[in-house]
T-cell receptor, first 115, second 115 residues
């Protein structure tokens, strides 16, 4: 069955530190999609990135980077030089046939960046 | 501005009452979704609709009902049969279903409290 595990419930860092949020997934499919969303205190989820299972190329967008490794079923998210505005809950999600191609979310990681 | 609106932001319900949560989008998206979020947990899918006049049950549909009479609207009714309805409800949409590969855009959410 499909599953997404975000083992880090809460992380606190001091501003300008780098931080990595872990995401491990389980799926029987060869074709699947992985997503990261950010949920700031306002509550609305904001889409960050999508990765399909055939594209293992790492991606960098400004201070954000993502490391997708099929060998370890992981899709980790790193924020470089963190800022207070990065404080939010971050969700990893999986779309595969096991869920009728709907999103299965992890339980989220609460990131707090202290000034 | 294109986006998703949800109303009301906060909703209080007495036990035994049905309540309807509104979700409207002006993004011209075909697919719409309803999720429930409980404290410290990820999002769980209640219902989804891939096209007008069609909708499917998600993982936790019991005690909920929906309709999709118009492309831009996907209201959710929380019925008295829902045993524990206090939660944060999020509506989302995507351009189309496309096998689950499209990112979803989320509304600001409705926080429902049963008194």
């Amino acid at each position: 069955a499909q599953k997404v595990t975000q083992a880090q419930t809460e992380i606190s860092v001091v501003e300008k530190e780098d931080v990595t949020l872990d995401c491990v997934y389980e799926t029987r499919d060869t074709t699947y999609y992985l997503f990261w969303y950010k949920q700031p205190p306002s509550g609305e989820l904001v889409f960050l990135i999508r990765r399909n299972s055939f594209d293992e190329q790492n991606e960098i967008s400004g201070r954000y980077s993502w490391n997708f490794q099929k060998s370890t079923s992981s899709f980790n998210f790193t924020i470089t030089a963190s800022q207070v505005v990065d404080s939010a809950v971050y969700f990893c999600a999986l779309s595969d046939s096991g869920s009728a191609r709907q999103l299965t979310f992890g339980s989220g990681t609460q990131l707090t960046v202290l000034p | 501005d294109g986006g998703i609106t949800q109303s009301p932001k906060y909703l209080f319900r007495k036990e035994g009452q049905n309540v309807t949560l509104s979700c409207e989008q002006n993004l011209n998206h075909d697919a719409m979704y309803w999720y429930r979020q409980d404290p410290g947990q990820g999002l769980r899918l209640i219902y989804y609709s891939q096209i007008v006049n069609d909708f499917q049950k998600g993982d936790i549909a019991e005690g909920y009902s929906v309709s999709r009479e118009k492309k831009e609207s996907f209201p959710l009714t929380v019925t008295s049969a829902q045993k524990n309805p206090t939660a944060f409800y999020l509506c989302a949409s995507s351009i189309d279903w496309s096998g689950g590969r499209n990112e979803q855009f989320f509304g600001p959410g409705t926080r429902l409290t049963v008194l």
